[in-house]
């Protein structure tokens, strides 16, 4: 969908899903944007109609928070960013980057939250693709397949709730996780996802997508 709407960025403190609320909101969307800490940090720096709600995605009763903060049918956009990467447990990256975004856009789904046709992008990895790897995964890379794979268990079900739900790579970004060698800006990568969103039509419901618009391998 192209004209503003309502979109939620789930884990916006920083990195890219900071750039996405940043985005959205200077082209007159109305964003919800979730982090863990109580206070705004560089969220509260963006002018536009940015509503801030409190999530850790491991937090089943802030999931039920949010679903309840949220406009009935009303979110065109979904975007589940949240993920960690380094210095974490197998359980921890399972919990964090495998659970807890189909958590979320469960209880979205369930809750009666998104608008008809609405747009869910789970935030994946290329490093989760299993596709002409012949090492191991790794635990990071693991969570990440694993949510690929619960996605496309969940996908027939999101397909009749009336969702159009997608997983992505967010390209190799300089962030705190990508660290300053990666390949692209923040802008870049949040540019080209919100391209690849508003471009969304029924017919790319269960696909992984790349940034850039380009097909991922499973
Ligand atoms: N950067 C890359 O090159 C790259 C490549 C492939 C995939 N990705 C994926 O893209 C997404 C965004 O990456 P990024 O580079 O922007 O990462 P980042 O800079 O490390 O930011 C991660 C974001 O996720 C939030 N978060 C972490 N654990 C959470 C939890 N339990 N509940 C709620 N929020 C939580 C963080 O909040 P706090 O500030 O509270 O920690 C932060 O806002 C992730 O899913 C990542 O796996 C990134």
Redesign the pocket.
């Known amino acids: 969908m192209n004209e503003p709407g309502h979109v939620l960025v ?9 750039e996405l609320v940043r985005q959205y909101a200077r082209d007159g969307w109305t964003v919800h944007a ?4 109580e206070e705004p940090g560089d969220l509260g720096e963006i002018d536009g109609a940015v509503q801030l709600h409190r ?4 937090n089943d009763g802030q999931v039920s928070s949010l679903v309840e903060a949220l406009p009935q049918r009303g979110l065109d956009v979904v975007i589940h ?5 380094r210095g974490h447990t197998r359980d921890e990256l399972m919990e ?2 495998a659970e ?1 975004p189909i958590r979320v856009v469960q209880s979205l789904i369930a809750g009666g939250r998104m608008a008809d046709n609405g747009s869910v992008v789970l ?5 989760g693709s299993r596709r002409g790897r012949t090492d191991i995964l790794g635990d990071y890379g693991d969570s ?1 397949a694993a949510l690929n794979d619960e996605f496309r268990l969940r996908a027939p079900a999101w397909e009749l709730a009336g969702v159009i739900a997608v997983v992505m ?5 300089r ?4 660290g300053s060698g ?1 390949t692209l800006s923040v802008e870049e990568s949040a540019t080209g996802i919100r391209r690849v969103i508003a471009g969304m039509s029924s017919a790319d419901h269960g696909r992984f997508y790349n940034w850039d618009g380009s097909e991922q391998p499973w």
Request: charged residues 15%; aromatic residues 4%; without cysteine.
């Open positions: 789930v884990g916006a403190s920083r990195g890219i899903g900071l979730t982090t863990r800490g999530l850790d995605v491991r960013n949240a993920g960690i990467y964090v980057n807890g935030m994946t990895s290329r490093m990440k790579h967010p390209g190799w970004v962030t705190d996780m990508g990666a």
